[in-house]
């Protein structure tokens, strides 16, 4: 059995709270958009794109710095106090410019932090153990996310679609999230590096081919906000889409320390092979079930998947890049994967608007099954 260490710990219950924040508001925050705002698909699609593709970027320069200054605390701190004090612009907002700056603003603090975090896990594990951590903390995370969907439907129940209240609500997690890291995650200060630099052309063959399928899966791999409009045009109540979202969650948390685990003992390529073909399979399911209980079934098993595609990569980018550069490495891999949503939230809205949301969920589909079909030819020894 792997030991636990005090920092992933701590790492860990800051993402829990983070995420109870973040998911009171993602279940409802499409609804938000087109109930409240009036917004359409393709402007929903922009605002998700733009926020998650600009915020991406920040994902390299913050894993870079954290390489050169040897310090990742820092990044922490400031990626978990920006969504606290960001909280009251969604709750103001009335126009979609304003949802627009609050997801800029609360997707930038991700960026910053994202890539610092993973290199700290990383820095803890080492190739029997890595899959283990990052499989913990990801756990972690969506327990979080448990929790915030639960109180969200709660909240739902008591104070009906009162969403700007609900907003206001999410910046008490959100604070003690910056608490943890704040008060008690303590770290040693390395050496300043005053002559770093780290080129594209340093990393591995590997690493260059698995950040190329990764960004081809990326554009597949549209936001969660589609899927929940999806669900919502198939008549399904706004009170029991947090209870659905609640079952992803459910379903990702338990399965994310599972499959990270089984990826230190059989390897991280199989397991993200099986992820890209079940999110596929789940882009097919959404295409043609018009049926309550089966909508349950995609919701646990886009979970899964989710749990296999987040979890797994990145120990596999921990084994392939040597720890001076894991920074920069996780950096321009989420970067790469930024600006991959950004072009899928765009043409997903697109696609939906002009012609169906079958069109959109096609092609997700076929091009997640492109991706494992290039991880094969890429990896297949």
Not at 110 to 124: F, N, V, W
Request: positive net charge.
């Amino acid at each position: 059995m792997v030991k636990l260490k005090k920092k992933l710990f701590l790492l860990g219950l800051a993402s829990f709270f983070n995420d109870v924040a973040s998911e009171m508001i993602f279940p409802i925050l499409p609804l938000f958009f087109s109930q409240v705002l009036g917004l359409n698909k393709s402007l929903i699609g922009l605002i998700e794109g733009v926020a998650e593709g600009l915020s991406s970027f920040l994902k390299v320069f913050s894993g870079w710095l954290s390489d050169k200054l040897r310090r990742r605390k820092i990044f922490l701190l400031y990626g978990y106090s920006i969504p606290f004090l960001t909280k009251s612009l969604l709750a103001l907002s009335v126009v979609w410019q304003h949802v627009l700056f609050f997801r800029i603003l609360d997707r930038s603090a991700k960026g910053i932090r994202t890539s610092p975090r993973d290199a700290l896990i990383s820095q803890l594990s080492n190739i029997k153990s890595r899959g283990h951590y990052f499989g913990f903390h990801r756990m972690m995370d969506t327990l979080g996310a448990v929790v915030g969907g639960l109180i969200t439907f709660f909240l739902l129940y008591f104070v009906g679609a009162n969403y700007r209240f609900i907003f206001w609500v999410t910046m008490i997690p959100a604070f003690l999230s910056f608490l943890v890291i704040f008060l008690f995650l303590k770290e040693k200060n390395g050496a300043f590096l005053t002559r770093f630099k780290i080129k594209f052309s340093s990393f591995s063959p590997k690493y260059k081919k698995f950040i190329f399928v990764s960004f081809l899966f990326s554009i597949a791999n549209f936001s969660y906000a589609f899927i929940i409009l999806r669900t919502s045009d198939l008549g399904v109540a706004s009170l029991i889409i947090p209870l659905m979202y609640f079952v992803y969650n459910l379903a990702s948390a338990a399965s994310s320390y599972f499959f990270g685990t089984l990826s230190d003992k059989f390897g991280r390529l199989p397991l993200i092979f099986l992820g890209y073909l079940l999110f596929s399979f789940v882009c097919f399911g959404f295409i043609f079930t018009n049926k309550g209980i089966f909508l349950w079934f995609l919701f646990a098993l886009y979970g899964v998947a989710l749990a296999i595609i987040e979890t797994v990569p990145s120990a596999y980018i921990g084994d392939l890049v040597e720890e001076h550069k894991r920074g920069t490495a996780y950096g321009i891999y989420f970067t790469v994967l930024g600006f991959g949503v950004l072009i899928s939230n765009i043409l997903i809205g697109l696609l939906w608007d002009k012609f169906s949301y079958v069109f959109s969920f096609s092609f997700g589909a076929f091009l997640a099954l492109f991706s494992a079909f290039l991880l094969f030819i890429f990896f297949r020894k």
